[in-house]
């Protein structure tokens, strides 16, 4: 198990669930290009909600190890790296932008 590709993962797991969480509680199929930044910010808005994402992450990790009955990582070192990884906000909003748009494009076609 590749750790980055499993970070990524995850991460990209944890918006699916915000993302459909969003469309469910604003009884909506998909969200309109033009607010998908206003919705973004909102999954990231503010340390707690950082916090909540490395949680996440970090407790996905161990259960991939522990069910895979894999060595496991060095939860301080993921720790550090998804402290990285969220430090540059712009480049995971961008993504998520990315990831959210084509979603979207796919499941409306």
């Known amino acids: 198990m590749a750790l980055q590709k499993t970070i990524k993962e995850l991460i990209e797991f944890y918006v699916k669930i915000n993302y459909e969480n969003h469309l469910k ?15 973004i910010n909102k999954f990231y808005d503010g340390e707690p909600r950082k916090q909540h994402i490395k949680t996440f992450v970090l407790s996905g990790i161990n259960k991939l190890t522990m069910e895979k009955k894999l060595d496991p990582y060095d939860l301080t070192k993921v720790s550090l790296l998804l402290d990285e990884i969220m430090n540059d906000e712009g480049i995971v909003k961008s993504r998520v932008y990315t990831e959210i748009t084509l979603f979207q494009k796919h499941k409306l076609k």
């Open 25 to 39: 509680q604003c009884n909506i199929t998909h969200i309109n290009e033009s607010q998908i930044h206003e919705v």
